[in-house]
């Protein structure tokens, strides 16, 4: 069955691993918060660390996957006291694959989606260390999936952009004409610039009852969706006080939500919804 198949296939892997003494470092992706959406390869990879390097959006329960004997270090940001640096991540990394340690270094959604996992990569081949980078599912693709919100749609979306919010000159008349034209726009860590999203966005030329979405801690228990217009993105995270994580999605799909969730089966395991 299907357990067992799995178990082989784990089983398979760490007699691959005990082959090789060296140290190796995978950089994985841990998806959004639930643990049911991690790849079969993630799976394999923790269960066979010795160490565990993991950011503030994973879900501690994918920790609980690893090994008793295996550490765990957590390297995310810390409330009231300064954050760990990225230098200092890539060399406690560096460090550990040089004691010959089988690292896994655990990032929230996708590590090469704003992520800085190819940072952490450039510093691993600066110092010869072999890594893999095994993809994990993104916020963005987790979210929207979770909230019923297609991020493309025959008619409606033929694209989709993914930006952060953090970057201060955005190209806000581009993503206005693109989202004109059928373009969903996502925002990552937007919910702080929200005032300035929606004043350039309008001031770019977007209709202020632009369809706008905002989806508080995705694929979790915790999960909300709130849908809003563009005119009212800033009153509503205010009331939202910055609450974290939270993605911001943005375009005529966001209307899609109302159909797609009439029938959808497991509404009420989607608490929050
Ligand atoms: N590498 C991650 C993104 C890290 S940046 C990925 O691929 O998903 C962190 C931002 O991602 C957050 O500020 C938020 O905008 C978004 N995010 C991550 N997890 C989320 C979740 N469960 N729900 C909503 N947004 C999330």
Same mark, same amino acid.
């Given at each position: *069955?299907?357990? %067992?198949?799995?178990?082989?296939?784990? /089983? =398979?892997?760490?007699? *691959?691993?005990?082959?090789?003494?060296?140290?190796?470092?995978?950089?994985?992706?841990? +998806?959004?918060?639930?643990? =049911?959406?991690?790849?079969?390869?993630?799976?394999k990879a923790i269960m066979s660390a010795e160490v565990l390097l993991y950011d503030r959006l994973v879900n501690k329960d994918i920790l609980e996957l690893a090994s008793p004997q295996a550490d765990?270090?957590?390297?995310?940001? &810390? @409330?009231?006291?300064?954050?760990?640096?990225?230098?200092?991540? @890539?060399?406690?990394?560096v460090s550990l694959a040089q004691q010959g340690k089988r690292v896994v270094r655990l990032k929230g959604g =996708?590590?090469?989606?704003? +992520?800085?996992?190819?940072?952490?990569?450039?510093?691993?081949?600066?110092? !010869?260390?072999?890594?893999?980078?095994?993809? +994990?599912?993104?916020?963005?693709?987790?979210? %929207?999936a979770n909230s019923l919100i297609p991020l493309t749609h025959r008619g409606v979306a033929r694209s989709v952009t993914f930006v952060t919010g953090q970057v201060v000159t955005g190209a806000f008349e581009a993503w206005s004409q693109l989202m004109q034209s059928g373009q969903t726009l996502v925002f990552y860590m937007g919910l702080e610039k929200s005032s300035q999203i929606q004043?350039?966005?309008?001031?770019?030329?977007?209709?202020e009852d632009f369809p706008v979405a905002i989806i508080t801690h995705g694929c979790s228990? #915790? #999960?909300?969706?709130? $849908?809003?217009?563009?005119?009212?993105?800033?009153?509503? !995270?205010?009331?939202l006080k910055g609450v974290s994580p939270a993605l911001i999605v943005m375009? /005529?799909? $966001?209307?899609? &939500?109302?159909?797609?969730?009439e029938t959808v089966q497991s509404?009420?395991?989607?608490?929050?919804?």
């Open positions: *069955d299907q357990a %067992s198949k799995l178990n082989q296939l784990l /089983e =398979d892997h760490s007699l *691959d691993l005990d082959a090789n003494h060296k140290g190796f470092v995978s950089i994985v992706g841990a +998806g959004p918060h639930d643990p =049911d959406l991690l790849t079969v390869k993630a799976v765990w270090i957590y390297v995310g940001k &810390r @409330c009231g006291q300064p954050s760990i640096g990225q230098e200092e991540i @890539c060399d406690l990394m =996708d590590p090469f989606v704003f +992520g800085r996992g190819g940072e952490e990569a450039l510093a691993l081949v600066k110092h !010869s260390i072999a890594y893999e980078v095994i993809p +994990g599912i993104t916020a963005a693709i987790g979210c %929207s004043t350039s966005l309008i001031g770019s030329g977007l209709r228990p #915790q #999960q909300q969706v709130h $849908v809003t217009q563009l005119n009212q993105l800033n009153d509503l !995270s205010i009331t375009g /005529e799909v $966001v209307k899609l &939500r109302e159909q797609l969730i509404v009420t395991e989607y608490e929050g919804i």
